[in-house]
Nanobody, 128 residues
Framework: QVQLVESGGGLVQAGGSLRLSCAAS????????VGWFRQAPGKEREFVAA????????YYDEAVKSRFTISRDNAKNTVDLQMNSLKPEDTAVYYC?????????????????????WGQGTLVTVSS
């Protein structure tokens, strides 16, 4: 069974950058698509970005498309989220999730309960 652990969160000023990492245990990680989600205080969890098993497909939410970059290294069992030009509204707990299905443009519609594996989250705080 794959387990996920996020890291890299912290406090950053607006306009700054952070790189989040999702580290997976388990030898079958390459068979999972991985998505990043976030949940701001008092708000519902929302989709951020996703990458397919072999990196062929990548999908971003429009709010982050020009600022965030998702990547993965299956040899290292990691999926990273490079976040640039951060804004105060990017403040949230960021989660990675893995699923053996690739949902394409419908990642933002997939309910949290429908994704197989979740990490515990890492907090990103962007100060103005």
């Amino acid at each position: 069974q794959v387990q996920l652990v996020e890291s890299g969160g912290g406090l950053v000023q607006a306009g700054g950058s952070l790189r989040l990492s999702c580290a997976a245990s388990g030898r079958t990680f390459s068979t999972y698509a991985v998505g990043w989600f976030r949940q701001a205080p008092g708000k519902e969890r929302e989709f951020v970005a996703a990458i397919s098993q072999g990196r062929m497909f990548i999908y971003y939410d429009e709010a982050v498309k020009s600022r965030f970059t998702i990547s993965r290294d299956n040899a290292k069992n990691t999926v990273d989220l490079q976040m640039n030009s951060l804004k105060p509204e990017d403040t949230a707990v960021y989660y990675c999730a893995a699923d053996r299905n690739w949902y394409g443009s419908t990642w933002s519609l997939v309910g949290a309960g429908n994704l197989e594996i979740w990490g515990q989250g890492t907090l990103v705080t962007v100060s103005s």
